[in-house]
């Protein structure tokens, strides 16, 4: 076992005393020690439940011969930070997530490792760990919230967002949005949609890396305490058997499938990131352009943003494996390793088959759309890349004039004093990774629009993110950035700008070869976001700090 090397022999009798003084027995000490890890926080529903989750995590584990030994790290709450200085520490806060995971981990010599995950950064951040310490491990996903109802219709935090639009615009009174504020949380879980957290939920069941159908239960379902119990005791098997360890499960054709699936399900863009990521922490071969390849798979799923339904909703349907089995009826998956020890298609074929009158996943055969959810494209103003999101409209072409701002703040203002009008493209620069820095979500923004009517008669372009609630024709990480001098600091206001999907283009007519580069002062000039700035990748590699 790992953990010997600080339990074992006189020599470890000092580390054995303290390990004496959390109430560990001989017994306790002589097992293998477990790393419980998880995310938890009361700042936000995201969260809230992970720490009653880690002592059934516990409880499994003890049945199956080993110690739990508990961590908690930190979490940042989009839908809390979002439009606001704070959402410059979203992103960074993964990389401290698996920083974190990484030290405890290995700082202590511990044999296996459970991670429990709320929200957006914290599931990557989890995956990221695992695939650096390659250790036994899996990671369950504390669930979604479910849907608040006002008007006896469902709410999600997105509505709240394009509610404040509609407030601007004057299309709802002060009451009437406060009506939707406080009908939109119930209670625990991360949003409802299939926003950035529940597409990486999903993603993670793709990988391999979490047990089928374990991450769609909702955070309140009490067959949630049963699944962490079950993951607590599945990890114990992978640590008996020594595997399959996370870089026999994250491959190239696991991070295929995952891409896949966020195409099928029109789920969120930050998942490009994820993935890459991911990927990097695991030694794996994984490029950009995977997505425009795995972008070619049909949306099925009628999830929110562009769809009617939540994930809480999905799950009562039959869940992830809905998706999954018509993915794997077309072809479309690769079989793999997970950490149940089954292969990916047999999880998938001993998965229920659903409610067979649902209708929230689609068959291949009759999908939502065509293709998928998000493309990638290049051109003058994104010679390495950007991302363009599809869902929630039908346009791939959009001409118009620039409108530039060099930060979400300044876009949002011009938003709110009803500035931006129809056919415009605002592009919002000095917001990527290290510009931002932390590559802010521009949802504020883009979820404005939509409340003023706005979201099918507008574009907007960003070398910062999108939350997963993001619908609307918008383009996000153009790479390089503007801070490391990509052209789009080379716009000026009333430039024309093309996108066009089609032929997979972002581009200006505009000469910029003769134009200065427009700079703007550091933001940040010392303490965490300093050196994440200076550390950073760009976009296009998944805004990694480990080279």
């Given at each position: 076992?790992?953990?010997?090397?600080?339990?074992?022999?006189?020599a470890?009798a000092?580390?054995?005393a303290?390990?004496r003084?959390?109430?560990?027995?001989?017994?306790?000490?002589?097992?293998p020690?477990?790393?419980?890890?998880?995310?938890?926080?009361?700042?936000?529903?995201?969260?809230?439940?992970?720490r009653?989750?880690a002592?059934?995590?516990g409880?499994g584990?003890?049945r199956?011969?080993g110690?739990?030994?508990?961590?908690?790290?930190?979490?940042?709450?989009?839908?809390?930070?979002?439009?606001s200085?704070g959402?410059?520490?979203?992103l960074?806060?993964?990389?401290v997530?698996?920083?974190?995971?990484?030290?405890?981990?290995?700082?202590?010599?511990?044999?296996?490792?459970?991670?429990?995950?709320?929200?957006?950064?914290t599931?990557?951040a989890?995956a990221m760990?695992l695939?650096?310490?390659?250790l036994?491990?899996?990671?369950?996903y504390?669930g979604?919230i479910?849907?608040g109802?006002c008007?006896?219709?469902a709410?999600?935090i997105?509505?709240?967002f394009?509610?404040?639009?509609?407030?601007?615009?004057?299309?709802?009174?002060?009451?009437e949005?406060?009506?939707v504020?406080?009908?939109?949380?119930p209670?625990?879980?991360?949003?409802?949609?299939?926003?950035?957290?529940?597409t990486m939920?999903m993603?993670?069941?793709?990988l391999?890396?979490?047990?089928?159908?374990?991450?769609?239960?909702?955070?309140p379902?009490?067959?949630k305490?049963?699944a962490?119990?079950?993951?607590g005791e599945?990890?114990?098997?992978?640590?008996?058997?020594n595997g399959?360890?996370p870089r026999e499960i994250?491959?190239?054709?696991?991070?295929?499938?995952?891409a896949?699936?966020?195409?099928a399900?029109?789920?969120?863009?930050?998942?490009?990131?994820?993935?890459l990521?991911?990927a990097h922490e695991a030694?794996?071969?994984?490029?950009?352009?995977?997505?425009?390849a795995?972008?070619?798979?049909?949306?099925i799923a009628?999830?929110?943003?562009?769809g009617?339904?939540?994930?809480?909703?999905?799950y009562?349907?039959?869940?992830t494996?809905l998706?999954?089995k018509?993915?794997?009826?077309?072809g479309?998956?690769?079989?793999?390793?997970?950490v149940?020890?089954?292969s990916?298609?047999?999880?998938?074929?001993?998965?229920p088959?659903?409610?067979?009158?649902?209708?929230?996943?689609?068959?291949l055969?009759?999908?939502?759309?065509?293709?998928g959810?998000y493309?990638?494209?290049y051109?003058?103003l994104?010679?390495?890349?950007?991302?363009?999101k599809l869902?929630?409209?039908?346009?791939?072409?959009?001409e118009?004039?620039?409108?530039?701002?060099?930060?979400e703040?300044?876009?949002?203002?011009?938003v709110?004093?009803?500035?931006?009008?129809?056919g415009?493209?605002?592009?919002?620069?000095?917001?990527?990774?290290?510009?931002?820095?932390?590559?802010?979500e521009m949802?504020?923004?883009?979820?404005?629009?939509v409340?003023?009517?706005?979201?099918?008669?507008?574009?907007?372009?960003?070398?910062?993110?999108?939350s997963?609630?993001?619908?609307?024709?918008?383009?996000g990480?153009?790479?390089?950035?503007?801070?490391?001098?990509?052209?789009i600091?080379q716009l000026?206001d009333?430039?024309?700008?093309?996108?066009?999907?089609?032929?997979?283009?972002?581009?200006?007519?505009?000469?910029l070869?003769?134009?200065?580069?427009?700079?703007?002062a550091?933001?940040?000039?010392?303490?965490?976001?300093?050196?994440?700035?200076?550390?950073?990748s760009?976009?296009?590699?998944?805004?990694i700090?480990?080279?």
């Amino acid at each position: 076992m790992q953990s010997d090397a600080i339990k074992t022999g006189p020599a470890r009798a000092p580390a054995r005393a303290m390990l004496r003084a959390t109430g560990l027995d001989d017994a306790a000490i002589a097992k293998p020690l477990v790393a419980v890890v998880h995310t938890w926080s009361d700042v936000s529903p995201c969260n809230i439940n992970l720490r009653e989750l880690a002592e059934h995590v516990g409880i499994g584990i003890k049945r199956g011969g080993g110690t739990p030994i508990e961590f908690n790290t930190i979490a940042v709450t989009d839908g809390i930070a979002m439009g606001s200085d704070g959402m410059r520490a979203s992103l960074p806060s993964r990389e401290v997530i698996a920083d974190s995971i990484e030290l405890a981990v290995r700082g202590h010599c511990l044999d296996a490792v459970v991670l429990l995950v709320g929200c957006d950064k914290t599931i990557p951040a989890a995956a990221m760990a695992l695939g650096r310490m390659n250790l036994p491990g899996l990671i369950l996903y504390g669930g979604t919230i479910l849907p608040g109802r006002c008007k006896d219709k469902a709410v999600t935090i997105q509505d709240v967002f394009e509610a404040v639009g509609a407030h601007s615009a004057g299309r709802i009174d002060e009451a009437e949005l406060a009506e939707v504020e406080k009908a939109a949380c119930p209670g625990a879980g991360a949003c409802g949609g299939q926003f950035t957290a529940n597409t990486m939920a999903m993603v993670l069941t793709f990988l391999g890396l979490s047990p089928m159908g374990l991450n769609d239960i909702p955070a309140p379902a009490t067959e949630k305490r049963e699944a962490a119990q079950a993951c607590g005791e599945q990890v114990m098997r992978l640590f008996a058997n020594n595997g399959p360890l996370p870089r026999e499960i994250i491959t190239t054709e696991s991070l295929r499938n995952a891409a896949r699936a966020v195409s099928a399900t029109a789920g969120s863009t930050n998942a490009a990131l994820h993935l890459l990521a991911i990927a990097h922490e695991a030694g794996v071969a994984f490029d950009l352009e995977e997505f425009q390849a795995a972008s070619s798979v049909p949306v099925i799923a009628d999830l929110k943003p562009g769809g009617r339904y939540t994930a809480a909703e999905l799950y009562t349907m039959g869940g992830t494996a809905l998706v999954a089995k018509e993915m794997k009826a077309a072809g479309l998956l690769a079989d793999a390793p997970t950490v149940t020890g089954r292969s990916f298609f047999a999880e998938i074929d001993a998965a229920p088959a659903g409610d067979p009158n649902q209708d929230a996943v689609r068959p291949l055969s009759h999908p939502l759309k065509p293709s998928g959810g998000y493309s990638i494209l290049y051109g003058n103003l994104a010679p390495e890349g950007c991302i363009v999101k599809l869902a929630g409209h039908g346009r791939r072409r959009h001409e118009g004039p620039a409108r530039v701002f060099d930060s979400e703040d300044a876009a949002f203002a011009a938003v709110q004093a009803r500035e931006i009008k129809a056919g415009d493209i605002v592009v919002i620069r000095f917001e990527g990774p290290a510009g931002g820095p932390g590559m802010r979500e521009m949802l504020a923004v883009t979820a404005a629009l939509v409340g003023q009517g706005l979201g099918n008669e507008v574009a907007l372009i960003t070398d910062g993110r999108f939350s997963g609630a993001t619908h609307g024709f918008m383009v996000g990480h153009a790479s390089p950035e503007a801070a490391r001098g990509g052209p789009i600091a080379q716009l000026a206001d009333g430039d024309t700008v093309i996108i066009d999907v089609d032929r997979r283009v972002l581009e200006t007519t505009a000469d910029l070869s003769r134009r200065i580069p427009a700079r703007i002062a550091p933001r940040v000039e010392t303490g965490v976001l300093a050196k994440y700035a200076r550390l950073v990748s760009s976009a296009s590699r998944g805004a990694i700090t480990t080279g």
